[in-house]
């Protein structure tokens, strides 16, 4: 059996003028997932990951632990889900039909509690039925691209790799849902809970592919208190 690992980004920027950037903490669980891999003896057959700063920086953080050069791969699909645009595209028509979504709104989106609500109610408008908004990319294009950059990833590698994938929390949701034979309806159940910088397994043998685990961040408590303090965020 081959091993896919998909690895949530550090923590990036909330809130700054630059959100697309890790933060020192970010910079730091990127550097404890790698001394984490060779503490583990696992060496990277290649890696992927999406073409975002806040993938790429984890990759590169990761990677440096590795005892050979890993040969890091930059592909588009495996970008996050495009929340801002589905914000400023599907928010106001939720907004006309939720006064209390309006209300949330209406006190600002500074936290990332507040702000976490909001994709929620996007996000789990977006994958239903009732979504049509033509200037947006589409549910079924996105969880197609998604599906298939794994897909090929899988045929190009071929069996007994170990392979990481650097991606972010909606992309990840979306490939464990799509193991799992789940549609867009409970994506956000897996979306929601992601660690940064936690990993999630795959097995997988030919076009076949299962869930060994998910979200496992239990390095990163482990190496915090080592350190004497905490790598563990969600946000």
């Known amino acids: 059996m081959a091993t896919i690992y998909l690895i949530r980004h550090g923590q990036a920027s909330f809130g700054a003028a630059d959100y697309d950037k890790l933060s020192e903490l970010g910079e730091r669980q990127a550097k404890a997932l790698g001394t984490y891999l060779a503490r583990q003896g696992i060496k990277l057959d290649a890696a992927y990951s999406g073409d975002l700063l806040r993938q790429r920086k984890t990759a590169e953080l990761a990677l440096a632990s590795q005892p050979q050069k890993v040969n890091h791969r ?65 549910w079924e294009d996105y969880a197609t691209a998604a599906r298939d950059a794994l897909q090929e990833l899988m045929s190009e590698q071929g069996a007994g790799k170990t392979i990481a994938v650097f991606s972010s929390g909606g992309t990840i949701a979306t490939l464990v849902a799509q193991v799992l034979g789940l549609g867009g309806e409970h994506t956000y159940k897996f979306y929601e809970p992601i660690f940064n910088c936690s990993v999630t397994q795959l097995f997988y043998s030919r076009d076949r592919v299962s869930l060994s685990y998910f979200n496992d961040r239990s390095f990163l408590q482990i190496m915090g208190n080592e350190l004497g303090e905490n790598l563990v965020s969600y946000r």
């Open 74 to 138: 930059i592909d588009s699909r495996f970008n996050e889900i495009r929340n801002e645009e589905q914000i400023e595209h599907l928010l106001p028509q939720l907004m006309e039909r939720d006064p209390a979504l309006r209300a949330l709104v209406d006190k600002g989106l500074a936290d990332s509690k507040t702000y976490q609500k909001v994709i929620e109610a996007v996000f789990n408008y977006w994958v239903s039925p009732a979504c049509k908004e033509p200037a947006i990319q589409s």
